[in-house]
């Protein structure tokens, strides 16, 4: 009866912090959190390793909507080069194949806005709590060891943050979060678009379109491009813009 209290206490506490609207740190710490997210972004040592947080996200979209499809989920691997791959079974055609295929790399820049949301709207401890729900979600599915580090080191330093932190610490934890999504986002669509160009990504997500659909693989760069510059022109606008 105590552990069933204990867990009930700590439910109630989790419960309680992610619910209640905290206030927006100041303008300048949005603005330096997202600073440090585009340097992290732009230096390519720093970006190599912080780029599997963005292929998490790329491989976690793809499960959600094949899901969403009626395909059957099966396994999701991420490996230590920061690829990654989410295997579904299902008819290997047709609309739940396409939007499976298309999430992707979309995915990143989605999350973000959607964080974008709860952050204008002061949710940025609960925030935090639901990126630890959607990694334990992921874990269930991971298939490989580098796969199971990765979920769980993001995991854990999300649990610690939202425990242990204060809260304008949480809250900066969050905006810096929600920016490194939104501007990581983009440097893959145009990592992709290099590596097509150089021939070395035959079975990419847009060249699996391409055969999915009939249409070229370069149309679908360019839609994972447009939708990831316009996540992140909304997801920003919403950040640094005063709440309606």
Avoid: C
Avoid at 5 to 16: E, P, T
Avoid at 69 to 97: E, K, N, Q, Y
Avoid at 216 to 224: K, Q
Wanted: proline share 4%; aromatic share 8%.
């Amino acid at each position: 009866m105590d552990l069933v209290s204990s867990a009930g206490d700590v439910l109630a506490r989790i419960w309680q912090a992610a619910t209640t609207p905290v206030p927006a740190p100041e303008q300048s710490v949005v603005l330096a959190t997202g600073l440090v997210a585009f340097a992290v972004v732009l230096v390519s040592p720093v970006w190599r390793v912080a780029r599997h947080v963005v292929t998490i996200a790329h491989e976690g979209a793809h499960a959600l909507v094949a899901t969403l499809t009626g395909r059957r989920l099966d396994a999701i691997r991420l490996h230590s080069d920061t690829s990654g791959l989410t295997v579904s079974a299902g008819r290997p055609r047709g609309f739940g194949m396409i939007a499976t295929a298309f999430a992707g790399y979309v995915g990143p820049g989605l999350v973000g806005l959607g964080a974008a949301w709860l952050l204008r709207h002061g949710y940025a401890v609960g925030l935090l709590w639901l990126l630890v729900v959607l990694l334990a979600l992921l874990l269930l599915k991971i298939r490989n060891l580098f796969g199971l580090w990765s979920v769980l080191v993001a995991g854990v330093a999300l649990v610690a943050v939202s425990w242990w932190l204060d809260e304008p610490t949480q809250s900066a934890v969050a905006y810096a979060v929600t920016w490194f999504l939104l501007l990581g986002s983009v440097r893959p669509v145009l990592e992709l678009q290099a590596q097509r160009a150089r021939r070395a990504a035959r079975q990419s997500d847009a060249d699996q379109l391409a055969r999915l659909t009939g249409l070229p693989g370069i149309l679908w760069v360019l839609l994972f491009l447009v939708v990831t510059l316009g996540s992140l022109v909304l997801g920003a606008s919403w950040i640094v813009g005063p709440v309606a």
